[in-house]
Every structure is written in structure tokens, then in C-alpha cells.
């Protein structure tokens, strides 16, 4: 067995859902909807079933979606994009990161990241032999540590990884943070792996800027977004890298051993999506909106410091009001089993020594669910 992922156990999503499903408890762990996405991007797919394609689509990706993409780019960055050396199709965001780390990283290269981390990153880092020098962010302010920052590049430092709209923390980096972080990048010559899975999911005045559009990052951004999310089909994996030439001519070599390629007629399908006017972007931030608003306001009215939740589909909240005694995983355990509710430990985004009395709710879920979410825990505490 490798001994980098053998140190590794099974993810807490996975551990969460399990103890959720255990325990008839509602999940409000792992992130996923509970109504499936667009029934046109789902009809068109189950067509292309029938209909083909159903052999191995190109390498890079079939040629509409990735036009679809570079379409995408153009009407909410205002990027041009080159749909046939600048974007490709993978299975999820996850191979997505995957890709851009076996193509991007050797031995011995310097990668900084921000925690709290997406649990795919460190491990699949580590076991290229490239080596992580991480920063924080931590509740309730989420800052950006810019002394920190400073001291993690380095002359060995290859790759920054940019997850915003982030997860769990519901922060969407402003326009001065990545200029901050842009102007680091360019110093020592770095690459950023942006995971932008999220981008459609930002909330109340702010906004999501790609790093790639700011000044001298726009071929050094590798840019990865999730249909997953975007369309509510999280169980589909279909992803897509935006990527100068020479970044995505590396990418697509770890892509093509890794996959090779990815489904077609669900690529078909999000191509379609992708090219939904302008109202089905809105509706979807707006719906998603008002259900954090909803499950924002019950776990107040419960009694927990609910924290500003700027975008994706999770809030973080404090339960040090109750006076528990325990951490975070505890407390998730203890919500399962006592109050048929299930949350995810903050804690779980650190390597080691995070937050405590935090978790994360995760609120893309039917209004009907959330409230009786919270009825439970109100009649818990
Ligand atoms: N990055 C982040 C920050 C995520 O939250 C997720 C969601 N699971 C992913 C990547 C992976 O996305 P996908 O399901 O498209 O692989
Ligand atoms: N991104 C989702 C979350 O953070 C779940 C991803 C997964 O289950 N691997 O909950």
C-alpha cells in the first residue's frame, strides 16, 4: 500500500453520510442537493443515451462542451478562451485538481494552500512528493493572513491553490485579496490551481472574480469548474479546466492516464446547460439564497452563532453557546444520535490543531427539510 494515502482514512463526507443514514438523521453533512437539477439537461442526456454518442469521446473533451465552456468564460469573465487548446473536460472538479497536480508538480516543489482545505488536495499533493506549506483562515473572520502568506512563497514555490467561493467557509475572496495574492504569484513566478467549482453560488453584493482575469494571471490560472454544482447534478462528474495552452498541454498528459476521457452523453447534456440565458443563473443563486437566509435564521432562533455565509452551499456556525462539552467531531456525533441532524466538523478542513466549536451546515436542500431540521434541533436545545 502507499504509505502517503495508507495515512489517510475514508473522507468525512462519506463518514458523515454513513452515520446520518445509520441513525435516519438528516443530512446536512455532505454537500449534494435534494432535488436534481434542470430536467432539460437531464432529457437531453438520457436522448444522447439512446441516440449516442456512447463511445469514447476526444481526449480533450467532445468539441460543443468545450465551446460551451469558452462561451461560459466569455459571457460572465469576459474572457477569450480557445475552446480547442485552452479547455477540457473531466470527470468532476475532483480530477479536475488531480490532473493540474500530476501534470503541474515534481518532487520537492512547494505548493501553497489556504486552509480550510477540500480534502482531495493534501494527498493527492503528497504523494507526488510535492510539498505543502499551509496557511489559514479561521472563524468567525475568515482573514486573510498576508504576513503568512508572504513568508509561504518561496523561490521553490510552484503552485498556489485558490479555492473561492471556499469551502466550508463561505468566503468569496474580494478583488484586494487577489490582488494580493496575484502580485505574490507573479513575484516568484508561480502556476495557481483555482478551484472555482462554486462560482455560481455567491450571494447578497459580492462577487466572484476569477483570478484569472486579473492582470498578469490569465496564463498562470489553471481555472476548474464543477457542473456538479452549477446544474445540481453533483453525482454526474462532469468538470472542466479553462488553461493557457502550455499549463493545459501538461494538464491533459496527467488526463490522459488518468481517465482519458469522460461520459458523453452527459457531456452532451451540461453543454447545454452551460448555454441556459441568463434566468437560470439568477433563479438558481436566488433559490439557493433564500434557503441559507432560511436555515440561517431557524439555527439563530435555536441558539448558535450562525457566520456570514458569502457563497457555495454551506454556513458555518459556532455552538459554543450551548457550553458542550466536547469538539467538533463530538458535537456532530452528538446532533446525529440526540436531534436527527447531521453537520459536518469544521476541524475536518485542518490538518491539525483547527477550530473546535465550529460546523458546517450545508443548506442546498428543500425548504420543507431545512425546516424540519430545525424543529428537531429546537426541541433538542
Ligand atoms: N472542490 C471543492 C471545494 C468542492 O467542494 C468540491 C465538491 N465536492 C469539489 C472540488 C469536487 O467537485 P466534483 O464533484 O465536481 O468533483
Ligand atoms: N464537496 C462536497 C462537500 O464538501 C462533497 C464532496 C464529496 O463528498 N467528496 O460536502
Known amino acids: 500500500v502507499n504509505e502517503i494515502l495508507s495515512g489517510y482514512g475514508t473522507t468525512i463526507f462519506e463518514v458523515t453520510s454513513a452515520l446520518a443514514l445509520k441513525h435516519n438523521s438528516i443530512n446536512l453533512g455532505q454537500g449534494f442537493p435534494d432535488v436534481d437539477g434542470p430536467e432539460?439537461?437531464?432529457?437531453?442526456?438520457?436522448?444522447?443515451?439512446?441516440?449516442?454518442?456512447?463511445?469514447?469521446?476526444?481526449?480533450?473533451?467532445?468539441?460543443?462542451?468545450?465551446?460551451?465552456?469558452?462561451?461560459?468564460?466569455?459571457?460572465?469573465?469576459?474572457?477569450?478562451?480557445?475552446?480547442?487548446?485552452e479547455v477540457m473536460v473531466t470527470a468532476g472538479a475532483t480530477?479536475?485538481?488531480?490532473?493540474?497536480?500530476?501534470?503541474?508538480?515534481?518532487?520537492?516543489?512547494?505548493?501553497?494552500?489556504i486552509e480550510p482545505l477540500y480534502d482531495s488536495y493534501l494527498p493527492i499533493i503528497r504523494h507526488i512528493g510535492a510539498i505543502p506549506k499551509l496557511v489559514r483562515v479561521e472563524p468567525p473572520h475568515w482573514e486573510l493572513p498576508r504576513e503568512e502568506l508572504e513568508k509561504a512563497?518561496?523561490?521553490?514555490?510552484?503552485?498556489?491553490?485558490?479555492?473561492?467561493?471556499?469551502?466550508?467557509?463561505?468566503?468569496v475572496f474580494t478583488k484586494d485579496e487577489l490582488s494580493f495574492l496575484a502580485a505574490l504569484v507573479e513575484k516568484h513566478d508561480a502556476y495557481v490551481v483555482c478551484d472555482e467549482?462554486?462560482?455560481?453560488?455567491?450571494?447578497?453584493?459580492?462577487q466572484h472574480h476569477p483570478l484569472m482575469t486579473l492582470p498578469g494571471m490569465r496564463d498562470r490560472c489553471a481555472r476548474i469548474g464543477s457542473a456538479g454544482k452549477t446544474?445540481?447534478?453533483?453525482?454526474?462528474?462532469?468538470?472542466?479546466?479553462?488553461?493557457?495552452?502550455?499549463?493545459?498541454?501538461?494538464?491533459?498528459?496527467?488526463?490522459q492516464f488518468v481517465t482519458f476521457t469522460v461520459v458523453p452523453n452527459l457531456q452532451k447534456a451540461i453543454a447545454a446547460g452551460l448555454d441556459f440565458p441568463d434566468d437560470y443563473y439568477?433563479?438558481?443563486?436566488?433559490?439557493?439564497?433564500?434557503?441559507?437566509?432560511?436555515?440561517?435564521?431557524?439555527?439563530?432562533?435555536?441558539?448558535?452563532?450562525?457566520?456570514?455565509?458569502?457563497g457555495t452551499y454551506f454556513l458555518t456556525v459556532d455552538f459554543s453557546p450551548f457550553g458542550f462539552d466536547g469538539d467538533d467531531a463530538e458535537f456532530c456525533r452528538y446532533i446525529t444520535l440526540k436531534a436527527g441532524v447531521t453537520a459536518v466538523p469544521t476541524g475536518a478542513f485542518y490538518q491539525e490543531g483547527g477550530p473546535r466549536n465550529f460546523v458546517r451546515f450545508c443548506f442546498c436542500k428543500q425548504p420543507s427539510l431545512l425546516n424540519e431540521a430545525i424543529d428537531r434541533l429546537r426541541k433538542f436545545f
Open 153 to 171: 512563497f518561496s523561490d521553490k514555490t510552484k503552485l498556489l491553490v485558490l479555492n473561492s467561493p471556499m469551502n466550508p467557509s463561505g468566503k
Open 197 to 206: 467549482v462554486y462560482e455560481h453560488l455567491v450571494f447578497d453584493d459580492h
Open 231 to 255: 446544474f445540481s447534478l453533483t453525482g454526474w462528474k462532469i468538470g472542466y479546466i479553462t488553461a493557457s495552452p502550455h499549463l493545459m498541454k501538461a494538464i491533459a498528459k496527467a488526463h
Open 95 to 113: 480530477e479536475a485538481l488531480c490532473d493540474c497536480f500530476m501534470g503541474l508538480l515534481n518532487p520537492g516543489d512547494e505548493v501553497v494552500l
Open 40 to 85: 432539460e439537461i437531464r432529457q437531453i442526456a438520457a436522448d444522447a443515451l439512446m441516440t449516442g454518442p456512447n463511445q469514447y469521446p476526444p481526449l480533450m473533451g467532445l468539441p460543443e462542451l468545450r465551446q460551451a465552456v469558452a462561451r461560459h468564460n466569455k459571457r460572465f469573465y469576459d474572457l477569450d478562451v480557445d475552446w480547442q487548446t
Open 282 to 310: 439568477r433563479d438558481f443563486t436566488a433559490g439557493m439564497q433564500a434557503q441559507r437566509d432560511l436555515l440561517a435564521t431557524g439555527l439563530r432562533d435555536v441558539g448558535f452563532n450562525v457566520l456570514d455565509s458569502q
